[in-house]
């Protein structure tokens, strides 16, 4: 965390000074904004949180409840999110809240006692090392908190508009060309109707958006026609896993079980069996008595007998996604103008089981969020908006297709023969969050060279490693020092050189600082400075005590704030015997790594690179229409 650049800092340094449109911030909603955002759960509230970084971006977030979201019904945090809760600021606080899942055990039926199951394996959570995030559970409502607490600490003071529902919306012309009709959802003035006038809408309000209906998007999917209950409570049990994550199979069902925070609460999938196609939600009125009779016949000889239930409800697995995720879709026509987008179960919708709904969403609208602000700063043209259908829809039909074999395993529905404890290892990484491969655009360079940093393929997102920052000798895992704050990253990999001599890192700094066709000149206005649009950081393979942080070249050290101090913290080193170097797969020349504001791999280009890397970025910041 860097302060103080901009004057002496005595209080909580993460609440950032009010600025523009978080000066005097009024309590009621504006008529016109640039982005309206419908709905605060996950896909909203992350959309809305990146927003209002930029004081000078009016972004308001409604939502048809009267407060806060008390009761959350997802509460599977895989790592991936933990990632990216550190660039939004509270990964450390979150984690000490959560319950943690290090191993997950499975339970089988006894051949010994097939009406009895016996514990038959027990995995690793992580057994391959994915990440150095941990995988967590903790209550919606708590990762809703987080986010708007950090909304309330930016310049902005963003906050949610309470007790508004959305009606329908138009799309025209002008300045504000989408118009949208609202309705008081609660209070005095319930019922009464209200129309606003925006740039763009985020459609992040759930399986039943109303935003989706408006862009005539459709769902493409059906009902899998297998039915579960789900169950938070505290219990008395003689469960010897209760406090660990099972996946349980006996002649009797099947149960998928996730402790919970806070020591005694846990949740319980309980499989209730195939549903007939003409059902018509019957099994949605299974009373909560069957679902934990079921629950305690497929834990036999174990018993559960709940204390306090603190919610339940049954569900049919659906596995949907929409035709398209905004009102644009896939057109070739670049000049079309996308303004409404849809994130999180507004078009995508699957089973609980894998954990990836609150997850998906949040990466849905981290995407769309960075993009918004940059083309609102008048950084880039509409042309960057058309990718965010192009990316996501993707995404979310690899989720459709992952849930289906899983979900169809968890209900016994075995298509091979391999059993559901080796499909879970073998797929870790997938529900961890960190398949997401994002195709060459615009945004994800056609003409990387991957063979120079192996260690961080294009299009997915930068794995981090730890390294030494010079000025300090502290070393931290330097992906997380990435914040949500819309810059773009240029990780620069030195050759064999050390700092201050003669070569090709030397030679790129300066270009970085000085030459006209530059990103960090180019695109840069007037009065900002080098690191407004971009954080460059270089990596040394000398030890830091090997040099002082004033061999580093200058462009290294850029000068921020209005006193122009310069920033000495982003030169770094190998940890000796851990060089990041040979984790990574670095050429011994070097080479330059260009990470994306949502922390995906964008680019790899050699030292000398300079022309290929101003050309990328010539294409990200291009305002032609």
Sequence with gaps: MQFNHHGYVS?????????????????????????????????????AAQLSVFPEITTCLIEKRGGRLELGHADGIQARSVETFAAFGFANEIIDEAYRITETAFWTPDPLAPEHIVRSRVTDDDPQGI???PHLIVNQARVL???????????????????YEFVDLTIGEGEYPVEVRLRRSTGERE?????????????????????????GATHQGKISYHAWGVVDMVADTDFPDIRTKCIITSNQGHILHIPREGGYLF??????????????????KT????????????????????????????????????DRFDEVGLDPDMDREARVFICGDACHTHSAKAGQGMNVSMQDSWNIGWKLAQVLRGYSSHKLLRTYNAERQQIAQDLIDFDLSWSGRMAGNTPDDECIEDFYVRTAEF????????????IISGRARQELATGYPLGKRFKSYEAVRRCDAVPLHIGHQHEADGRWRVYVFADAAAPGEDGPVTDFARWWAEAPDSPAVRHTRPGDDLNTLFDAKVIYRQPHRSYDITDVPAGFRPKNGPFQVEDWNQAWSAVPGDSIFGARGISENGAIVVVRPDQYVADIQPLTGTAEIAEFFDGVFDLTD
């Design 11 to 47: 209080e909580n340094p993460r609440i950032k000074p009010a600025a523009g449109i978080g000066i005097d911030r009024s309590p009621n909603l504006p008529e016109t904004m640039d982005v309206l955002i419908v709905g605060s759960g996950p896909a909203g509230i992350v959309a």
């Design 131 to 133: 990440s150095e995030f």
């Design 145 to 163: 908190d987080y986010f708007r607490e950090f909304m309330g600490r930016q310049p902005s003071r963003n906050a949610p508009y309470y007790g």
């Design 191 to 215: 019922g009464e109707e209200l129309t606003v006038r925006t740039k763009y809408v985020v459609g992040g309000d759930g399986a039943h958006s109303g935003v989706r209906k408006a862009i």
């Design 267 to 284: 949740r319980s999938y309980v499989d209730l069996g195939r549903v007939p196609e003409n059902d018509d939600h019957e099994v949605r």
């Design 287 to 322: 009373p909560l008595e069957e679902i934990v009779r079921r629950l305690n016949a497929i834990v036999a000889p174990y018993r559960i007998v709940p204390k306090e239930v603190a919610w339940w409800s049954v569900y049919e697995v659906g596995h949907r996604v929409t």
């Design 431 to 442: 529900p961890a969050g960190f398949m997401t491969e994002y195709k060459p655009s615009m």
